[in-house]
């Protein structure tokens, strides 16, 4: 992979950032890619892959839009962490299927399957969370029973 290909891809996603408002997901994406090295070096390795041949690629050349190229990426990483399924948590606290779509200001959230013990991924956050979002990751992804807002 070149590094033209991966400016390319920075620009785009900086630009979409801008426009949208959006929180950049590249700081806790690496944590995820981090515990992933840990606990799954094939894993890891699978990641890395995705990110060259697939993440950056899609994003540089136009095919892909680049904040839902990257949540899904973070999606991949949640799932290549925990077995489970990925939620959108809307602005009354309600979950959804997920579906890769920004627009709507959704939390996205990775849940442990059932049984499977553990606390939820964080995969994508709206510009702002609502109380209900917030309280609903504070006792899922946080483990606080009282929320910190």
């Known amino acids: 992979m070149s590094q033209d290909l991966t400016a390319t891809a920075d620009q785009l996603l900086t630009g979409a950032l801008n426009a949208s408002g959006a929180r950049d997901p590249r700081d806790y994406y690496r944590e995820q890619l981090k515990k992933l090295k840990e606990v799954d070096p094939e894993k890891y390795d699978e990641a890395i892959t995705y990110y060259c041949d697939k993440l950056v690629p899609s994003v540089a050349s136009g095919e892909a839009e ?3 190229a990257w949540m899904e990426y973070g999606r991949f990483l949640a799932e290549s962490l925990m077995q489970g399924k990925t939620v959108s948590i809307d602005e009354n ?15 996205v959230l990775h849940l442990p399957q059932s049984g499977g013990g553990g606390r939820a991924i964080l995969v994508g956050l709206p510009s702002e969370l609502s109380p209900a979002q917030k309280a609903t990751y504070d006792v899922l992804v946080s483990g606080r029973h009282r929320s910190s807002g």
């Open 66 to 68: 680049p904040l839902i």
């Open 93 to 107: 606290g309600r979950s959804h299927p997920y579906e890769p779509d920004i627009s709507q200001g959704r939390l």
